[in-house]
């Protein structure tokens, strides 16, 4: 067996790039709470998840964190702009509004790495994403002092 047909092999047993849009976008409705169900069997049993402010491991874990933020949120909402894909990974760009409990929705803005190992399965999950910076810019009083305040101590 030739090294390109096992790249073949790698990249056909892992789902679409058009298949995690259509999965990944279900996942997030306008009207009421969001339910990740469909796309659990996508992830590998040691999956590693990670974005601003956690670190996950294993999809016991993974599944209770997606449970509780259903729990928190009273509607949430992807939109996905752009991906790209480049071997076993896939990169996207998106918008999550989401609104919880009496706050007005907010929108967040970033991106999502998955990683996929050989059996097609996510073996690693990075989100990146300003979650303070884009929910105070919602807030007139404290978006000018957040702004300033990573101005001046971030760059």
């Keep these: 067996m030739y090294i390109s047909d096992i790249e073949e092999i790698r990249e056909s047993s892992r789902p679409s790039i058009e298949e995690i849009r259509t999965q990944w976008s279900r996942t997030y409705s306008r009207e009421g709470k969001p339910d990740w ?3 659990f069997p996508y992830y590998h049993e040691d999956i590693v998840f990670q974005d601003s402010i956690q670190r996950i491991e294993g999809k ?4 209770a964190m997606c449970r509780r933020l259903t729990k928190r949120c ?3 909402h992807m939109e996905i702009h752009e991906m ?5 990974t ?5 918008t999550m509004t989401m609104s919880f409990r009496m706050f007005p929705s907010s929108p ?3 991106a999502t790495k998955l990683l996929f190992n050989e059996e097609g399965q996510i073996i ?3 989100d990146y994403y300003d979650l303070w910076g884009d929910i105070y810019d919602g807030i007139p009083f404290y978006k000018p002092f957040y702004r300033w ?4 101590f971030f760059g």
């Design 37 to 39: 169900s469909h796309i």
């Design 60 to 63: 016991e874990d993974f599944v």
């Design 74 to 76: 009273r509607s949430l």
């Design 84 to 88: 790209t894909e480049e071997g076993n």
């Design 90 to 94: 896939i990169m996207m760009d998106w």
């Design 108 to 110: 967040i803005y970033g």
């Design 124 to 126: 690693h999950q990075r």
């Design 149 to 152: 305040y990573m101005r001046k």
